[in-house]
């Protein structure tokens, strides 16, 4: 291809990210479909003075049952002190505000906060609905706890050394000085998210600001997983949420066993959550229980590759502040496996180029799973999460360059799994790759098999063949530079191929 040809491409590439949504769309799953009816969807408004004593004496209810629970003031300070006391460890940042203007703070708990590493990152969102508060007091015991255990408990050292956990404990912090369900403009946020079924939501100037920060929130930040976490029920929800005919079926998403086995981690983490004489094991897929539109939850897995489970943690919404503490300790272990869990359990690695070996934010999937996550735009580390103790076949694919496939029995542990990509076509300067590799068979499978997967007794000769490699490139661009150096002063000609 020809510079010019390039740089058409590139520009014409340029103009279609900047029309589209997202940056970085990660699959066509999703697509709107053709429905303009968005009746059934819409909460009604409250209407009638009947309605209206009601909603009072609500109102005075549960601004009774606020006694002993932090004010969003009181949820501030709480994480600022925090922030204070565990300053090396902990980062505050807000990710937009509310439609009352709220900021809507989120706590980072790792050992290297606000810096990019090869971690999984993971979320938890509390307080989506104004009238279900727990979540986002026991995510202030969670962050609280995690502080004061490192280096103590082993959990929580592995979890903020080897994760970036982010902590939102208010997505609808109007919600919640208000008492209601929907935010100050009285919409359920929880249904304010674009849909893959039906076209709702699908007007940017028509979303709510606190649905549009976690729509922009997940497109600077990349995450593995997460939960939001609700009240109401005692279950762990998993997508998908709903039905393309809106009835009340299972309905499975490509990745189901991957998320049965995350929602039954935590359902049998918990002190009583499988026990559950409602839910079998404590958990269930969101269609089947009731589907719903505009959900949270499947915007995740579907437009961010994030895999997010909705807990609904205690059957009481609003239960008095005295019992906070021990739902906290019944849902203690379910939080901190669940995060642990991207580091214990799945494959990871990073996507890098042959010839430069440029880290790649390549496409990742398995072979029979319809979905795609992406390898991380700077370091090019991914994290996919999977049942253990099966075989996948785990595919990098990247624009430019060959697809690689590689076999893989995942254990009951994680495991490490680097690609090392082919470009497509040969650059300049490229000799490194063809003396440090074996040259790959047609469909770009095969390759140099111990880059492809690596385990630990492989390591030392990975090690070796590296570091050939390195003082082979080390040597080709010194003599390269020095090549050059007398040219530095010429002024600079037009290349000759392209004057012929
Ligand atoms: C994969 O998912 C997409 C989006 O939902 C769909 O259009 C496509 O047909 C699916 N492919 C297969 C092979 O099922
Ligand atoms: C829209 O959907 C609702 C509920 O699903 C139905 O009652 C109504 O008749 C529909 N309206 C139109 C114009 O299709
Ligand atoms: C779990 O324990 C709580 C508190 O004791 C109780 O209210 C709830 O019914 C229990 N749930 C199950 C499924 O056993
Ligand atoms: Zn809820």
Redesign the pocket.
């Known amino acids: 291809m020809t510079k010019k040809k390039k740089l058409t491409l590139s520009l014409l590439f340029l103009s279609l990210q900047f029309f589209s949504h997202f940056p970085h769309p990660i699959t066509a799953r999703g697509g709107a479909r053709s429905s303009t009816n968005t009746s059934g969807f819409v909460g009604t408004s409250y209407r009638g003075l009947k309605r209206n004593l009601l909603k009072e004496e609500r109102f005075l209810k549960l601004d009774k049952l606020a006694h002993g629970y932090m004010t969003n003031t009181d949820l501030k300070n709480a994480m600022k002190t925090l922030n204070k006391r565990c300053s090396s460890i902990t980062r505050m940042y807000t990710i937009g505000k509310s439609v009352l203007g709220v900021p809507l703070w989120v706590m980072e708990i790792t050992d290297k906060p606000g810096e990019e590493e090869a971690e999984p990152a993971f979320k938890f969102v509390g307080n989506v609905h104004g009238d279900e508060p727990v979540g986002r007091e026991i995510l202030l015991l969670l962050a609280n706890w995690l502080c004061d255990n490192y280096k103590k408990d082993p959990l929580a050292t592995l979890i903020i050394d080897n994760v970036h956990l982010h902590i939102l404990p208010s997505m609808n912090p109007d919600g919640y000085s208000l008492r209601t369900r929907g935010n100050a403009n009285k919409i359920d946020l929880n249904r304010d998210f674009p849909d893959q079924f039906f076209s709702i939501n699908d007007e940017m100037d028509a979303r709510q600001p606190e649905s549009k920060a976690i729509m922009s929130w997940l497109k600077d930040q990349q995450f593995t997983a997460s939960a939001s976490l609700h009240g109401g029920a005692?279950v762990a929800n998993y997508p998908w949420d709903g039905t393309a005919d809106k009835k009340t079926n299972y309905n499975a998403c490509p990745d189901d066993k991957t998320f049965r086995y995350m929602a039954s981690l935590y359902s049998r983490s918990h002190?009583?959550?499988s026990?559950?004489?409602e839910f079998e094991g404590?958990i269930t897929n969101g269609a089947k229980w009731y589907p719903i539109y505009g959900g949270m939850q499947d915007w995740n897995y579907i437009h961010a590759g994030c895999f997010e489970l909705t807990l609904e943690i205690s059957?009481d919404k609003w239960p008095p502040a005295n019992e906070l503490s021990?739902i906290w300790e019944?849902n203690k272990m379910g939080m901190l496996n669940l995060v642990a869990s991207l580091v214990k359990t799945g494959v990871h690695g990073r996507v890098l180029s042959s010839d430069y070996g440029r880290p790649l934010s390549a496409s990742l999937s398995i072979k029979g799973i319809n979905s795609t996550i992406k390898a991380s735009e700077t370091l090019a580390d991914y994290h996919r999460l999977l049942v253990p103790g099966e075989v996948y076949e785990v595919m990098a694919t990247m624009h430019g360059y060959k697809k690689k496939s590689t076999q893989i029995l995942l254990g009951e542990e994680a495991m490490s799994l680097d690609f090392v990509l082919d470009p497509t076509i040969l650059r300049q300067g490229s000799s490194f790759k063809s003396s440090c590799y074996y040259p790959t068979d047609g469909d770009g499978m095969g390759g140099f098999p111990l880059l492809d997967f690596v385990p630990g007794s492989q390591l030392q000769i990975l090690y070796v063949t590296s570091f050939i490699c390195l003082v082979f490139l080390f040597l080709l661009i010194m003599r390269k530079v020095m090549s050059r150096q007398p040219k530095y002063r010429q002024p600079v000609l037009p290349q000759r191929s392209n004057i012929a």
Request: aromatic share 10%; no cysteine; hydrophobic share 20%.
């Open positions: 005692l002190s009583n959550m026990r559950s004489t404590g059957d021990t019944y």
